[in-house]
């Protein structure tokens, strides 16, 4: 085995995966510590990591044949061996360098045996399919998890429209054949891509309340809050309505809150609640941030927002912030525009 290679990924989950780099995958140890209870000293723990989940993470440690499983809100942190096609696909995702990123990432799936770390590969995948702008094929990269795995940590990824999005001709026809399907995750994407569709809309509807009424809470959550949409422009909507969306986002799971977040958010400026909908942007903006493309929206909403409170210096804050996390994004084109055009900051040295 060659000398191991330590780097610091963040994955856009909740938990920080350290990545060790090996030769060969039974050749090293995971290290994953845990808290198993309040007051308690965090477990050290060298094991492998035999599954990993939004709910739970199983592992042999040591060399016992039994499996520990702990529940997922316990673990501080992981160190995972990954194969070198992984490590250098993330790495040039990160520097921007999405083709190249892509095919080793596609490379990797091949290499990786674990079932765990094939799904994190394709959350890499549909990262990089929505910085494109593709949302089918995020779409197909993420049912391929949900195939796998129910509730995978890579959740918060699932490619729902939030706002009026384009559709073209072949996203159409992919979402007609999502809505059409037997996974609930695929009717989900398929309604919420037609949600709007003249053609599709009574359609959708229908598939989306009985979505309301799944088991998985995930799925529940998600349909509700996508029949929001219809409601975002609507000139009566109520205080006691939105009152009610904000009590329910924060019952929701945490991996499905973000998109939810950002509808409350548009109500909320609808009603020129600019405060309170700013307030709902920056929880997608600095806590539910994992998908991109909503993230930098959300963070484009926020310094609207601002600026129609006269808090010009927190949305030029903003609007920087765009440019430097998502300058690949339509967000940050337009926060580049309207960075050019607000009137220059005070506190610009004026010897400049």
Known sequence: MTAMCRMAARVGLPVIITVFVATSLCAAKDRVVVQPRENASPLVLACEIVDYTAEKISLHVNTQSTVHEFPAEQVQSVEAVQTESHRRGVERFQAGDLSEAESLLVQALADEPRAWMQREIRGWLVRGALRRGDRAEAGRRFLEIIEQERAPREYPLIPLVWGTAETGTALRQQAREWLTGELEVGRLMGASILLLDNAYGEVTRTELRRLARSTDRRVSALARAQLWRLRVTATDVTANELAEWEREIESMPRAVRAGPYWVLGRALFQRSEYDRSAASMLWVTTVYAENE?????????????????????????????????FGWSPAAAQARLRLEQMPQSKDVDRDG
């Open 293 to 325: 493309p909503l993230t930098a929206q959300a963070t484009w909403e926020a310094a609207n927002a601002l600026e129609r409170l006269g808090r010009s210096e927190d949305a030029r804050s903003l609007l920087r912030e765009i440019v430097t996390r």
